[in-house]
Structure formats: structure tokens, C-alpha cells
């Protein structure tokens, strides 16, 4: 069974640095895409981050930019969402997806394309309450 985790969030002042994770079993997690995404009250969840290990990219929303960044952990089989210079809107709950479509594995180009998209992914972690004060 294909699971996923977020963890990490808590509360934080604005400026400051959370780093949340992202723990999976029951699939390879090495071949498979990893997307982050975001959820403040009220609204629509949006993407954030997405790493794809096919063609080793990395991709960010506009307003992280610099100010966030995704790494792996084979061993561990967990994706990190280090979060510095948080600012208050930053709160939301984060969640963290892939996309696991029988025994293909979707490449480079797919996600280059596809990746910003809630529907691209089927598998979703519960998320992880970040909340920002000012």
C-alpha cells in the first residue's frame, strides 16, 4: 500500500525556518516524482515544489523561490521541504503527493509539463499545519 506522510509544521514567527518531511512506503520511492503542495483557510490547494528524480529537476513556485528548497533521502525514503524566510502567508496546511499509475513511471518531461497540478497526482500524505505569525 502506497502511503505518504507530512510532518514538520508547527507554529513560527515570520523570518523564521521550519523544515517539514516527507516519508513513503510501499513503492519505489526512488523512481517516483514527489510533489508539495499548500493549503491556507479558505482557499484552493496549490502547488509549491516537485522533484523528479528521472531528470534530477527541481520546481518551485514563484513565491518560494530562494526561500525554499527540496531535497531527497534515499535511505530514509523522505523528501525535505526546508522552508526559510517564512512569511505569514505561508500558512497553510502542506502536503506532500506522487503519482503511481500501475508500473509506469512517469518521466522528466511529464512532470516539466504536469507537475503544478493537483489532478497529476493520486497518492496524498495527511498534511502538516505551518502557521506563520507576523
Known amino acids: 500500500e502506497v502511503q505518504l506522510q507530512a510532518s514538520g509544521g508547527g507554529l513560527v514567527q515570520a523570518g523564521g525556518s521550519l523544515r517539514l518531511s516527507c516519508t513513503a512506503s510501499?513503492?519505489?520511492?526512488?523512481?517516483?516524482?514527489i510533489g508539495w503542495f499548500r493549503q491556507a483557510p479558505g482557499k484552493e490547494r496549490v502547488r509549491v515544489s516537485c522533484?523528479?528524480?528521472?531528470?534530477?529537476?527541481?520546481y518551485y513556485t514563484d513565491s518560494v523561490k530562494g526561500r525554499f528548497t527540496v531535497s531527497r533521502d534515499k535511505a530514509k525514503n523522505a523528501v525535505y521541504l526546508q522552508m526559510d524566510s517564512l512569511k505569514p502567508e505561508d500558512t497553510a496546511i502542506y502536503f506532500c503527493?506522487?503519482?503511481?499509475?500501475?508500473?509506469?513511471?512517469?518521466?522528466?518531461?511529464?512532470?516539466?509539463?504536469?507537475?503544478?497540478?493537483?489532478?497529476?497526482?493520486?497518492?496524498w500524505g495527511q498534511g502538516t499545519l505551518v502557521t506563520v505569525s507576523s
Open positions: 503527493a506522487t503519482r503511481i499509475i500501475g508500473d509506469r513511471v512517469d518521466l522528466g518531461p511529464f512532470f516539466r509539463r504536469n507537475w503544478s497540478y493537483t489532478y497529476t497526482y493520486n497518492h
Open positions: 510501499g513503492f519505489d520511492f526512488d523512481a517516483y516524482a
Open positions: 522533484t523528479s528524480p528521472s531528470d534530477g529537476r527541481t
